[in-house]
C-alpha cells in the first residue's frame, strides 16, 4: 500500500508542474510576451496551490472520516468531466482557443486568471490537494513511519517535471501533443487518487474523526502564533525571491520556458534538500553566502560595462539557491508533528501566496520607477533570517533534581552571529537606498506598467554637441535622439541610414513614390524621421508608456512629430491588431512592414510563427519587403527567419552594421522579399552576409511548436 501513496504522490506533482510551462506558453503570446505574465501565471497557481491545501486542511479536520473520500471522489469525477467537455469543444483539453484573447491589453492580470482559471483551475486545484491528503492518510495507515519522506518526494516528482519540460517535451513535442499526454497521464492520477479515496469511503483505511486538536484553534496552538508567523514568512521571502529573480533574468534574455523553470528548479531543489532531513545544511555557511551574493547583484545593478549575461545568470542563480536553502531548512527545522502537517503546509502555501501577490500585484504599486522587488525581498529575508538567530539564542539549561526531560530557557542574549546578520542588514538596506537615489537623480523619466520599467536617460554627457536622450527598457536601449536641432532628425541606434532598415527605405523599388510603410513596435519613433511627404507610417505598439513617451509629452523626443510623413498609431498587441484589421476590411497594402517588437533582448516568438508570417504576407503590396531586427547577444534568430523565408518562398538578405557608438550601435538585420532584384540591388548585396551554408535548417516555428534553445549562439 505505501507504493501507492507514493506513486499518487509523485504522479501529481509531475503533473503540477508540468503544467505550469505548458499553460505560461500557450498564453504568453495573448499578452505581449512581456515576463509579468509568467510572475502573474505564477501567481494564479500559488494562489490554487493554497486554495488546495486549504480545502486539504478543511477536509481532513472537519469532515468525518468516511465522507472524506466520498466527497474527494466526487471532485475528481468532476475535474475529468470538465477535461471531456474542453477536449470536445478546444483544440486540445488544456489550450483555450485564440477568441479567449482579450481586447483590452492594459493590464490584463485578471484576464490571464480568468483563462487559467477556466483552462485548467479544477485539475490543478485536486493535484494541489494531493500531496497533503495522501500524506494525512499515510500516516494514519502507517502511524510508526513519517509522511514527511513522501514531500521529498512530491519535490522530486516536481523537479523531474521541471527539468523534463525545456529539455524534452518543449524541443519534441507541440503544444497540443503536450496536452493530450499530459491528460492522459491526469486520468491515470485520478484512477490512483479515486481508489485511494474509496478506501477511505469504505473504511479500509482508519480516518481521523473531526473535533480533534488538528481542527481547533485552542490554548496550544494559540501559544504557536510566532511560529506560524515565521513559516508564512519564511515561506512568502523564499517565493518572492523566486518571482523576483525570474522576472530579472528574463528581462535581461527572453520571456521563454527554460528561464522560467531554471529558478523554479532551484526552488524546489532546495525543498528537496531541506526535507529530505538537512543533511545538506549548516546556516552560518549559507548565511554568509547569501550576504555576500546578495552585495554582488547590487554591485551588477550599477556595473558599467554590465556583467554578461552568463556571470549574471551564476550570481542570481546562486543568490536564489542560497536564500531558498536557508528559509526552506529553516522551515524544515520548525516543522510540526504529523498530526500539524495540513496546518503547517497550508501556511506555506499561504505564504508563497502572500509572496506572490507582492511581487505581482503590490510591487509595480509601491515601486513605479524599477524592478526593486527583488532587492527589498533580499532586505525581508535578511531581517527574518535574523529573527530566527535571535530567537535560537536562548540557550536551554537543565535544572538540578528535575528529570533529564524538563528543560528551562535561560534569558536570550544576542550571539556575535545576531549582531552581523543585523549588521549586514542595515549595510544592505542602506545600499539599496543610496542606489535608488542614484539611479533616480541620473534618471529624467521613469516609469512602470505590465509591460516593464522605462527610463530616459542623457547620454554624451561629456560632448555638449552630442548630448542626447536615450530610452531604455530594462536594460536594453530602445534609442537615442540628439539635443541639438541641427542634427535632432538624425536616425540613431539600430536604425542608420547603413542599417538594414535603412537600405531597405532608402532603395525600396517604390520610391521615389510614396511608401506605406508598417512598424511592428514604435520604440521613440527613430524610422519616422525617414519619412517624406504622402508617405504613412503607421506604428503598432502594445505598451502604452511607450506610445505617450515617443509623442513627446515631456518634449524630449519629436521623431514623430518632426516627421514629414502621416504617423499613425494603433495601440494594442500588432499580431492581434493585423488580425483585425484584415477581419474588418482587408489588406493594409504596406510596402514596407517593420519587425522591431523587442521584450528582454528579444524578439517575442508569435511574431515568428509560421502563421504569423502568413498575416504579414496578407498585408503587403507584391512588391512588399519585411524587414526584421535580429539582433541578439544570445540566440541567433537568423536561424528560425531564414526558415520562414523558404517557407513562403522569400528571398532573404542578412544586413549586419558595425556601429559607430556615437550615431548608431551594432544591429543585425534581416530583409525578405518575393522579388530577386531587390535582394541584387547594389545597395543591398553589398552589404550583405551569404547565408552559412553549413547552418542546421531550424525547425519551423508555429503558433504550437517554438523553441529558442535550438538557436542558441
Known sequence: MPSYYAFSILLSAFLLFQIQPMIGKTILPWFGGTPTVWSTVLLFFQVLLTAGYAYAYWLLGRVRGRWQGTVHLGLLALSLVLLLATALLWRSPLTPPASWRPLDGDFPVWDIFRVLAVSVGIPYFLLATNSTLMQAWFSRDHAQQTPYRLYALSNAGSLVALVSYPLIFEPLLTLRTQAYLWTAGYTLFVAVAAYLAWRITAGRAVAEQ???????????????????????????????????????????????????????????????????????????????????????????????????ISAQLIVYTLLLFSACMLCHNELFRLRPSPRGLSSFYLMVALGGALGGIFVT???????????????????????????????????????????????????????????????????????????????????????????????????????????????????????????????????????????????????????????????????????????????????????PDIIRIAQGEDGRFSFLRDSDADIQIVPGDARVSLEREWAAGGSQRFDLLVLDTFSGDTIPLHLLTQEAFAIYQQHLNPGGVIAINVSNRIFDLSQAVYRLADEFQLGAALIEHPGDRLQSYDSLWMLLSREPAFLQLPAIASRSTPRPASQAAARLWTDDYSNLLQIIR
Not at 503590490?362 to 535578511?382: D, M, R, S
Request: include cysteine.
Open 210 to 308: 473531526p473535533g480533534t486538536p488538528e481542527s481547533q484553534l485552542g490554548a496550544e496552538k494559540r501559544s504557536r502564533l510566532g511560529v506560524y508567523a515565521l513559516w508564512l514568512g519564511l515561506a512568502a521571502c523564499a517565493t518572492t525571491l523566486l518571482m523576483a529573480v525570474t522576472n530579472q533574468v528574463t528581462q535581461e534574455v527572453a520571456v521563454i520556458p527554460f528561464l522560467w523553470v531554471l529558478p523554479l528548479t532551484v526552488y524546489l531543489l532546495t525543498f528537496i534538500l531541506a526535507f529530505a532531513g538537512g543533511r545538506w545544511y549548516s546556516r552560518r555557511p549559507y548565511l554568509a553566502a547569501f550576504f555576500i551574493l546578495s552585495l554582488i547583484s547590487l554591485w551588477m545593478l550599477v556595473k558599467n560595462p554590465p556583467f554578461s
Open 361 to 543: 500585484l503590490a510591487a509595480p504599486l509601491l515601486f513605479t520607477t524599477g524592478f526593486w522587488e527583488l532587492q527589498w525581498g533580499l532586505v525581508a529575508c535578511g531581517i527574518l533570517l535574523t529573527l530566527v538567530l535571535q530567537a535560537d539564542s536562548a540557550p536551554v539549561v537543565r535544572k538540578r533534581g528535575v528529570k533529564a526531560s524538563v528543560r528551562h530557557a535561560a534569558p536570550r542574549r544576542f550571539k556575535p552571529a545576531v549582531f552581523a546578520s543585523a549588521a549586514a542588514v542595515f549595510v544592505l538596506g542602506l545600499l539599496i537606498v543610496l542606489i535608488m537615489r542614484a539611479i533616480s537623480t541620473d534618471t529624467l523619466v521613469a516609469t512602470r506598467n505590465f509591460y516593464g520599467v522605462l527610463r530616459v536617460w542623457e547620454i554624451n554627457t561629456a560632448q555638449p554637441e552630442l548630448l542626447a536622450y536615450q530610452l531604455t527598457h530594462g536594460r536594453t536601449a530602445h534609442g537615442f535622439q540628439f539635443a541639438a536641432n541641427e542634427i535632432r532628425k538624425v536616425p540613431t541606434a539600430y536604425y542608420s541610414e547603413p542599417s538594414g532598415v535603412g537600405l531597405a527605405i532608402a532603395n525600396h523599388p517604390a520610391r521615389p513614390g510614396p511608401l506605406r510603410v508598417g512598424a511592428l513596435g514604435l520604440g521613440i519613433g527613430i524610422i519616422a524621421s525617414y519619412g517624406q511627404p504622402g508617405d504613412v507610417y503607421r506604428f503598432y505598439e502594445i505598451n
